[in-house]
């Protein structure tokens, strides 16, 4: 079948830098230190924040402030972050496909004289293409920052006019402000070294940035969270070229990093996401939520396309159902949770008080359980979740399975799940 015309774009090279964490907040909330002057008639003020790279790549970039990492786990892998095997499966039969130059690396940032060592582990594309090479190299910081001759020999036999380029950071640090000027310095040295070869060469590679974790941040007594917002939570960065700047709030995930890639690097959508109806349209039903791993450059270049999404979000002590206006949570059950079942005695039926529903963007910490008051949405969310796992035969989880038993139950009593 011919491919319409609205689904060809031109190839282009891609750039993609991950970092294990950044300590940066997407929201804004270490933007500054509020410092309250002296005097009734004052106004509280911000200090001054230094000016940054990652302020010019937001200049420049699409930035997507609903950026999540999907799973969290702390045995996940690379490829069980960006979507799993299906996905990543996917990923390498359309790289083997394309007749592409691919490099990869992973690169160490310690500081200088600390101890050191390689991963015994090569980056997440070389594990999954035949195509790609690869190099492990130690990056030494003098203090809080890389030195661009550091970074010009870290980064060396990276050809700017290569299909791919796959980078990986892991620094080996715990402080916050060395994390800080470590990124800003790896950043600020791609940004310099992609303009000159566009001054040179007429022609810019898709710069994407972002990170596999956040740092996570405790949140102070009497509040109680759920959900580990501060690691699920990343900025995420993609500078086409195109020197449009915009802050997207549209919810996107880490499973949508692989077809994003594609896109840019096949000239083509393999999936192009059907638009609304009427571009008036501003949101979707909960039943007509897309729960498929999409091409975050339709969110950013039209907004007839669904901006209503359902994410699934998997950590070590829970799993997770994200909208656009929702957070839905199930935390591992208890001994005691399990044995203390309600008036129904349906098998797998999941005590209410094991869930919590959190509105969003209000609740941005998630400290206030809302799911008395929207056990409907809650219900319908797993229905929507169980029924996409089902149509996309994807195994489920016994938890997934007993959550559903949860929705069926509660339903049989006169839940709706209307919206």
Request: aromatic share 8%; with cysteine; net charge negative.
């Amino acid at each position: 079948m011919p491919v319409p015309d609205s689904a060809v774009i031109s190839r282009r090279n891609v750039w993609v830098v991950l970092f294990d964490k950044l300590p940066l907040d997407p929201v804004g909330l270490l933007r500054g230190t509020p410092k309250i002057l002296e005097g009734i008639d004052q106004i509280p003020a911000l200090s001054p924040v230094e000016f940054t790279p990652f302020d010019t790549l937001d200049q420049t970039s699409m930035f997507f402030e609903q950026y999540l990492i999907q799973d969290i786990r702390a045995a996940a892998s690379v490829a069980d972050t960006l979507g799993g095997f299906s996905l990543v499966q996917q990923f390498e039969q359309q790289l083997m496909e394309l007749d592409c130059s691919i490099k990869c690396r992973r690169l160490i940032c310690t500081e200088e004289g600390s101890a050191s060592h390689l991963p015994l582990e090569k980056t997440f594309l070389f594990e999954h293409s035949a195509t790609a090479t690869c190099s492990e190299k130690l990056l030494t910081a003098a203090g809080n920052k890389f030195s661009p001759v550091t970074l010009d020999a870290g980064m060396s036999e990276l050809e700017f006019d290569s299909n791919l380029v796959w980078i990986e950071f892991e620094m080996q640090t715990e402080a916050s402000d060395q994390r800080i000027g470590w990124s800003n310095s790896v950043v600020a040295w791609l940004l310099d070294r992609l303009d000159q070869h566009e001054s040179s060469t007429g022609t810019r590679s898709v710069l994407i940035v972002s990170a596999l974790r956040g740092l996570h941040q405790q949140i102070q007594t009497p509040f109680t969270t759920m959900g580990d917002e501060s690691l699920v939570h990343v900025p995420l960065w993609i500078d086409d070229g195109s020197r449009h700047a915009c802050r997207l709030q549209r919810l996107a995930g880490s499973f949508d990093m692989l077809p994003t890639i594609s896109h840019y690097l096949t000239g083509r959508d393999h999936d192009q996401q059907k638009p609304l109806a009427s571009a008036g349209q501003a949101s979707v039903g909960l039943a007509d939520l897309n729960c498929k791993p999409t091409c975050l450059s339709h969110l950013s270049q039209s907004f007839e396309f669904p901006t209503d999404r359902l994410l699934k979000l998997t950590a070590d002590t829970w799993t997770g159902l994200r909208t656009q206006q929702y957070l839905l949570i199930h935390s591992q059950a208890t001994p005691d949770l399990q044995t203390a079942e309600s008036d129904d005695d349906s098998p797998g039926f999941v005590p209410a008080k094991t869930r919590g529903l959190y509105l969003k963007p209000d609740d941005l910490w998630n400290v206030q359980n809302s799911i008395v008051a929207y056990e409907a949405i809650a219900n319908e969310m797993e229905s929507v979740n169980f029924t996409a796992e089902q149509d996309h035969g994807e195994p489920r989880s016994k938890q997934d399975i007993t959550c559903c038993a949860g929705y069926r139950s509660s339903s049989s009593t006169g839940s709706n799940g209307s919206t």
